[in-house]
């Protein structure tokens, strides 16, 4: 595995993906979903909301063991592609991929933070929690968020879409980190908890839009 700038804890990330590429072999269990299954139905709701044409090429940024990508593609979306930087995440969704008979998602090993040039022209880009991971990095963290930020710009087509799920990033501090090159379409309902009597999200859900 090359280094990455991506995320500094590389090793404990891909170590975990192969628990769970071996767990998958095992019992076939495809592991966890990052913010449960209610966000991937929020994204999904959200694109057939807004009437998103099937054959729009999505983005799934950190897709993890890409179960958002079989979801979407269950939902009649031709044009997928996910990456993550732990290869062992993408063997991990490419066994998924094939129990599921989703032939039509494209997987590769990307580091999102330095993409390749193939990586261009998306109308969606989708991202659960991989900005989180970046900003848990003790390592610059606030250089690679502009990174990422940079990277985004590179790969979503302008007027493109951008749905971020967030647990670490409030509403407005997500408008300041991509106030360059992205304006705030909608928030996304998310649930609520009570604490103190004041009542607030445990998770942030932005839609924003490519300038």
């Known amino acids: 595995m090359m280094p990455s700038p991506f995320f500094s804890l590389d090793s404990s990330w891909d170590a975990a993906y192969e628990r769970e590429l071996q767990t998958f072999q095992d019992i076939g269990d495809t592991g966890e979903i990052w913010f449960g299954e209610e966000s991937m139905v929020r994204i999904i709701r959200w694109l057939e909301k807004h009437k998103v044409p099937l054959d729009s090429s999505v983005l799934d940024i950190g897709t993890g063991n890409g179960v958002l990508l079989v979801e979407l593609a269950k939902s009649g979306y031709m044009n997928l592609t996910g990456i993550d930087y732990s290869p062992s995440a993408i063997q991990l969704s490419e066994k998924i991929r094939e129990k599921e008979g ?102 942030t859900a932005l839609v924003f839009q490519r300038k």
Not at 124 to 146: E, N, V
Request: proline letters at 5%.
């Open 102 to 203: 989703m032939s039509n998602i494209k997987l590769k090993v990307e580091d999102f933070l330095a993409p390749s040039a193939e990586l261009s022209g998306f109308d969606i880009c989708i991202d659960k929690g991989t900005f989180d991971a970046i900003s848990l990095d003790p390592s610059d963290a606030a250089g690679k968020r502009k990174l990422y930020v940079g990277s985004l710009r590179r790969v979503l087509r302008p007027e493109g879409f951008f749905l971020i799920t967030s647990c670490n990033w409030t509403k407005e501090e997500l408008l300041n980190e991509f106030r360059e090159g992205f304006e705030i379409l909608e928030e996304l309902p998310t649930p609520k908890f009570c604490f103190g009597g004041r009542i607030g999200n445990s998770v």
